[in-house]
């Protein structure tokens, strides 16, 4: 049989060669598993915006970060409502989470939903630790800060990179 290599782009699998009559298939296959990737993608960056990476390597190992993955059950427009009232151009602190809108953010907590429980919540240290997060990113952005390698290692950690977010989002668009 006659082989052609293929090469993918996202995910990197590398060039793989395989018979040029199951090209069609590989094809399908190769579109299957790049849409995957990106919703994959999307879910990763949208817990990086509320908590961190959903999944990180420990060495050679693909683990899942659970308490970030919390983040995805959220089912609670009225919260993200508030969320995007506070952090408007007009709200108390501006683009920041003040003391008493994060007071506003834990009451109620954002209700969440598993399958299972009705009435689930975000827990508070969660909802903490998002206006934290959200808090030192805006900061780290108006001092320039776009970049993880830019924030020295004894710097508040708890922060999404921008750059992170925009590579993160162009490869879901992509």
Known sequence: FAAQKVGFGHPNFGGIAIPSDQGAIFAKYRTYIIKVYKMFQF??????????DLVYMEGDVVSVDYVAAVWLHLKDAAWIERVRSSISDNSESGIFIS???LVSLLNPLPAANDGLDTDLRIPPVLVIHFAHRWNTSQDYKQQGITKREEVSASAD???YSYEELNNGYNQVLI
């Open 43 to 52: 879910l990763n960056l949208y817990c990086s915006l509320f908590y961190g």
């Open 99 to 101: 003391e008493s809108e």
């Open 157 to 159: 950690q708890n922060f």
